[in-house]
C-alpha cells in the first residue's frame, strides 16, 4: 500500500461517515416531524456523496472504503493479502474520524451511540444490503465496467436505505464509525458486532454468486502486468 | 436457456420486488402522515434500485425481470419462444420470492394483500404505463442505445409512479409477486389479472408503435451470427 | 416533416403533458398538506419523465415538443420554416391530447383551469425560464454535445419548478394543454397569452445569447451535407 | 479574459445565484412547516441547476463561478493572475444582480438578510465544505476526467447542503450575493467575512491536498502549448 493509497482511503472514509453521520444530523434536526422525510434527506445526501468520493478517490486506492470490498478484492486475485492488513484498520479510523468531524460541524458532542439496532430482521437485511453492495461493485468489476461504479454504488446504497429494515450500513468500517455519535445515523456499540457478522455473511454469499454468475477467462488476473485488474477492482 | 440467465433473471426478479415491497414498508412506517410523501421515498428508491439491477446482470440475461419485455423481444425476432416460456415462470418465482424477502427484513408476515386496484382509471394507467415501458427499451434496443436503458427504465418508472394513477406496475411478475405482501405496495389477488390484462394489451399497442417508428433495416435481426441483436434486446 | 417525425413529435407532446398533469394530480391528491412537497413530486416526476421522452424520441423528430425550440431551431439554420409550421399544431395537439389523457388515467374530469398565474413576477420567471431553457439546448448544440440534450434538459427543467415563481412552463404548447386540467399544473385560458408572450419574448433573448456566446464556425450550417446538424439541432 | 469568458462567468454565476437563492424563496414559502423538507427542494434544485449551468458554460469560460476555484486553477499554473483580477468582480456582480433577479421573480424586496450565520461549527463547516468541492474539482482536473465536473459538483453540492451545519456556501462570490435577499438563504452581512475566511482556508488545505494525492507529470502545466490544460482546469 503506497502512502498515496493509504490516505486516499483514509479521507475517503472520513468523507463517507462525514456525509453519513452530518447528513443525519441535519435531517433528524431539521425534519423532526416525520422519520421517513428525515431518512430521504439522509438517503439523497448519501447517495449523491458516496458517488462522489468513489469518483475521487478510485484513482488513487480504488476508492473501497469498506473492509469487506477489500476483503472480496482480495479473494478475487486483486489486491495482496497485506494491504487488506493495511486497508482496513486504515478504513476504520477514517470512518470513526469523519463521524466525530460531523459531530463538531453540528455542534453535537461525541458521544457513543444509545440506538440498539440487533435485531432479526435487522440482521437478515444486513446480510442482504451487503451482499447487494458487493454483488454490485463485481458485476461491473467483472464485465470491465468498473467506471461505473461510483453512481451505481451511490444509487444502489440510496435505495437500500429504504428497502432495507436496517438502512443499509453494509459495511463494517462505517458500522464501527456511527457507534460514536448518538444521533440519526447512530448504532450502540453492543449492535456493531452482530452488523459486521450478518455484513461478512453477507459478503462471502455474494462472492459465491459473483464467481458462478460471471466467470471471468483469466483464472489469476492478479498478475496482469500492468496491474489493471486489481486498480478496476478497487474502484 | 443457459443455466446463468436463468440465475439472473430469478435474482433480478427477486432483487426488483424486494426493493418495490422493502421500500414500500419503510415508507409507509416512517411517513405515515403524507401517502404523497411514502410514494415519493418509494419511488426514489425503486428508480435507483431498478437502474442498478438492470445494470448488474444485463451481460447475463438481458435483465428482463418482466414478461412483457420478454415476449416483444420474442417477437421482434430476438429469444427464441422457449426462451419465453423459460424466462417469465422464473421470473414471477423470482418477485414472489423477493416480496417474501422484503417482509422477512422487516417482520411482517407474508399474506395475501387486501388493497383493491382494479377501477378502470388504474386499468388505463396500467395501459399507458406498460405501453411507455416497452416503447422506451425498445426504442432505445432499435437505434443501438441499449447501453442507456438502465437509467432511461429506472428514471421512466420513477416518474411514472406518479404520472399514473395505478403506480405503474407495468409488469406481470411484479405484479404477482406484490400480492404476497399486505402493505404499502401491494394488490389483492383479485386485481391482478385485471392489471395482467391492461398490461399486455400496452405492451402490443407499444409493439405496433415501434415498429412504426423504429423500423429497423434488417427484417430478421435474429439471425446475426454474434448474436449482439438479442443480448441488446435483453438489456 | 416526414410522418415518423410528426407522429413522435405528437406522442412526446403528448407524452410531456400527462406526466406534467398527472403526476400534478397525484401530488396535489397525495400530499395536500404541503404545497412544497407536491411541487417536488411534480418536479421529480417531470425531470425523469421529460429526459427519457427526449431519449425516445430525438433520432425520430429532434424531440422538440416545444414550439419556442422549433422556432430558434429554424431561425438557427436547421429544419426549414415549413416544419415549423407543422410541427408546431402538432406540439400543441399532443399536449392538449396528454391532459386529457391524464385526466382520464386519474378519473378527472377535462374541464378549463381557475388558476390565474399571469401576474408580473410570474411573466418575468417565464421570460428567465423559457431564456434558460432555449440557451442549455442550443449551447450543447453548438458545442457537439446535442446528446447531452435529455438529462440536461430534464435537470433543468426539475430545478426550474423551484428557482423560477411561475414553476417555468418554458414551453407554449404545454401551456395550452395544461388549460384543460383544472388540477395542480393547470393554468386558466385568460393567462396564457401573456405566458406565451413572456416565452417568446425569453426565446428571443436566448437565441441573441446563443449566437454571441457560442458562434460556430459555418455561417450556414443547414448546408451539410449529411444533415448532421439539423438532426444535431433537434435533439 | 475575453469579453466571451466574462460574460459567461457573469451568466453563470447569476445563474447559480438566482436558482440558490430562487429555489430556497419557494421551498419556503412553499413549505413553511418543515425546514428540512424546504432544504431538500433547494438542494434538489441546487444540485441540478448548477450540473447543467456549468455543462453549458464550460467551454466558455471554463465555468467557475467562484473565486476560490479561479484562485486554485491560478495556484496550479491554469489561468494567468490577471484572470483572476477579471473573473473574481464579475463572478461576485453576477451573484448579486442573481440574487436581485430572484427576489424580482418572485416578487420580494431585495434587501439585506438578518439570517447571522457565522458560529464556529457554521466556520468549521465551511471549511470542510469549501475543502470538499475544491477537491473534487481538481482531483477529476489532474486525473483527466474534467468532463465529469458538471455532474459530480452538482451531486457535492446536493450532498453538502445537507451533510454541512452550513449549508455548504463554499463560494465567496455566492456568499456576497446571498446577502442580498433576505429569505431562506440568505446570509446577515455580518457572516460574510467570516465565511469567506473559513472558505479560503479550505481551499488552501485542499490544494495541498491535491498536489500530494494527485501529482502530474508535467511540472509547469501551464506551458502546455494548445492550452487544454488550463481549459480542463477551469471545467
Chains 1, 2, 3, 4 share one sequence.
Do not use: K
Amino acid at each position: 500500500m503506497s502512502a498515496r493509497a493509504g490516505a486516499a482511503e483514509f479521507l475517503g472514509s472520513a468523507g463517507l461517515a462525514a456525509v453519513v453521520v452530518g447528513s443525519g444530523i441535519a435531517a433528524q434536526t431539521l425534519s423532526p416531524g416525520d422519520v421517513g422525510l428525515a431518512l430521504f434527506e439522509n438517503a439523497f445526501a448519501t447517495a449523491l456523496g458516496l458517488t462522489v468520493l468513489i469518483l475521487v478517490f478510485a484513482p488513487v486506492s480504488g476508492a473501497h472504503f469498506n473492509p469487506v470490498v477489500t476483503l472480496v478484492d482480495a479473494l478475487s486475485g486483486g489486491r495482496p493479502w497485506r494491504t487488506v492488513a493495511l486497508y482496513v484498520p486504515v478504513q476504520v479510523a477514517g470512518c470513526v474520524t469523519g463521524a466525530v468531524l460531523a459531530n463538531a460541524m453540528f455542534g453535537v458532542p461525541t458521544a457513543l451511540s444509545t440506538t440498539d439496532r440487533a435485531t432479526w430482521p435487522h440482521l437478515l437485511a444486513e446480510v442482504v444490503a451487503t451482499a447487494g453492495l458487493v454483488l454490485v461493485i463485481f458485476a461491473l468489476v467483472r464485465t470491465e465496467r468498473a467506471h461505473l461504479a461510483a453512481p451505481a454504488v451511490g444509487a444502489y446504497i440510496g435505495a437500500a436505505y429504504f428497502f432495507t429494515s436496517s438502512t443499509s450500513f453494509a459495511n463494517p468500517a462505517i458500522t464501527v464509525g456511527r457507534a460514536v455519535s448518538d444521533t440519526f445515523a447512530g448504532i450502540a456499540p453492543a449492535s456493531v458486532l452482530p452488523f459486521i457478522g450478518a455484513q461478512l455473511v453477507g459478503a462471502v454469499l455474494a462472492w459465491l454468486l459473483v464467481r458462478a454468475l460471471f466467470p471471468v477467462a483469466d483464472p489469476d488476473p492478479a498478475i496482469v502486468p500492468d496491474g489493471s485488474h486489481s486498480e478496476a477492482a478497487a474502484s
